[in-house]
């Protein structure tokens, strides 16, 4: 854990509980790593959607990373915090015509998934550029929610149509300048992510010459349970560049660039969740946390099933720490499922302890919601320096009625 209790105390007692804070020396290692690990030759695109923070989006764009867009929404923060228009990738699907002409008044390549869109994006981008995802056939992913490549998922297009791709793209005199995928989220092993990168690799290399680049998607994952290990990029680089290499090597334009889209990997693990216990009760055998940090504000475990590690922050000393007792850390949304950690053996706990819910950048703040009219909360950076800084105010009782 990044904080101590005494700035837990600190921070909660002047942004409030629960509270989002963020390590930018985590964020900035962990860009670091991955740019690193490719060494330059597949350049990372960082996925908005997993946090849409402003101060964060301007630390990433100064690692050097483009972006991912997936709304008019998100693009539209991106442009708060810097990005241009070529380093902004829109992915949309099912997107709106109005959306279309969003990214097309702003010369921001796009991205289509389905032939009907490639179309209508043609028909209204005429002599332009597009990029077309695709399903290779194969995913990957920690619970059949997140996974979008594969034959059962409503994601890309299947390969079989690479003629009718091409005839749409000939009758609008579209120049295809990329080819994405995306196969899912959270591997820790590259085998399925490489498996999937050479079947796209054939692809291209069979029916679309003179591509700009070749887009493998994200999905890198992080350790979310303390037993698992660290992705292996020596691993992912051993079974990738071979690819890149065989590629580029029969490939008609060889200053291809490939891309990548991570989203988790790079702010999962800065981003840590901070509750305060109200209450704890036995019921019929089981211990129950009660604490202010409720699925609006961290959906993962109610959505997915996901695993949280879950501290406990006292200023209790050390051997106390030893004792552990399995509980149910809970929020206080009115709903059974609202639970951040099942059965889980935790030191001793006491009401007006501390709980932080540890790797919680990723898929945190971007999916809160306003559920049971509750406030979602205050992020706070915990800079280089070691201060804190406000980077986005809780909600307050106006921002619940500013729209009716
Ligand atoms: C969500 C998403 C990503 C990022 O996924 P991570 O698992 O967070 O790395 C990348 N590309 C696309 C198209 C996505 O939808």
């Known amino acids: 854990m990044f904080l101590n209790y005494d700035e837990v105390s600190e921070i909660t007692a002047e942004y409030g509980s629960p509270v989002y804070v963020y390590s930018e020396e985590i964020l900035r290692d962990r860009c670091r790593t991955l740019l690193e690990a490719f060494e330059g030759r597949i350049a990372p695109s960082f996925s908005v959607k997993a946090n849409t923070n402003l101060s964060l989006l301007k630390i990433i764009r100064e690692e050097g990373y483009g972006a991912d867009a997936m709304s008019p929404g998100e693009i539209y923060l991106l442009e708060k915090a810097g990005f241009q228009s070529d380093e902004i990738f829109y992915i949309g699907n099912n997107v709106s015509e109005d959306e279309f002409r969003f990214c097309i008044d702003r010369d921001i390549t796009v991205s289509v998934d389905s032939l009907s869109q490639l179309e209508t994006y043609s028909r209204m981008n005429r002599g332009g550029c597009v990029a077309v995802r695709f399903n290779p056939g194969v995913g990957a992913g920690h619970c059949d929610k997140v996974i979008t490549g594969g034959k059962k998922t409503k994601f890309g297009v299947e390969p079989k149509y690479c003629r009718e791709v091409k005839e749409i793209l000939e009758k609008y005199d579209m120049k295809l300048v990329g080819i994405n995928q995306h196969i899912g989220s959270l591997f820790l092993a590259p085998a399925s992510y490489a498996a999937a990168a050479a079947n796209l690799l054939d692809m291209v290399a069979e029916n679309f010459p003179g591509l700009e680049f070749v ?10 349970r303390p037993e698992e290990p660290r992705l292996d990029f020596a691993a992912a ?3 990738l560049f071979p690819l890149l290499d065989d590629f580029t090597a029969r490939y008609d334009n060889k200053f291809v660039h490939f891309k ?10 800065c981003g840590a969740l901070l509750g305060t216990v109200n209450a704890i009760k036995e019921n019929y055998g089981e211990t129950y946390v009660g604490t202010d940090i409720g699925f609006n504000v961290l959906m993962r475990p109610v959505l997915y099933g996901s695993y949280h590690e879950v501290e406990v922050i006292s200023d209790r000393g050390g051997e106390e720490q030893s004792e552990t007792k399995k509980v149910n850390v809970v929020g206080n949304i009115c709903e059974s499922g609202d639970i951040i950690a099942k059965e889980r053996e935790l030191p001793r706990v006491e009401e007006g302890d501390f709980i932080a819910v540890m790797n919680a950048g990723a898929y945190g703040y971007s999916m809160a919601s306003n559920y049971n009219c509750r406030l979602r909360p205050a992020e706070v950076l915990k800079t280089l320096d070691g201060g804190f800084k406000l980077i986005r105010a809780a909600d307050t009782f106006e921002s619940l009625v500013e729209n009716f």
């Open 237 to 239: 680089r051993d079974a």
């Open 215 to 224: 887009d493998f998607g994200g999905g890198f994952g992080v350790p979310y």
């Open 260 to 269: 990548c889209e991570p989203g988790r990997f790079v702010c999962a693990e």
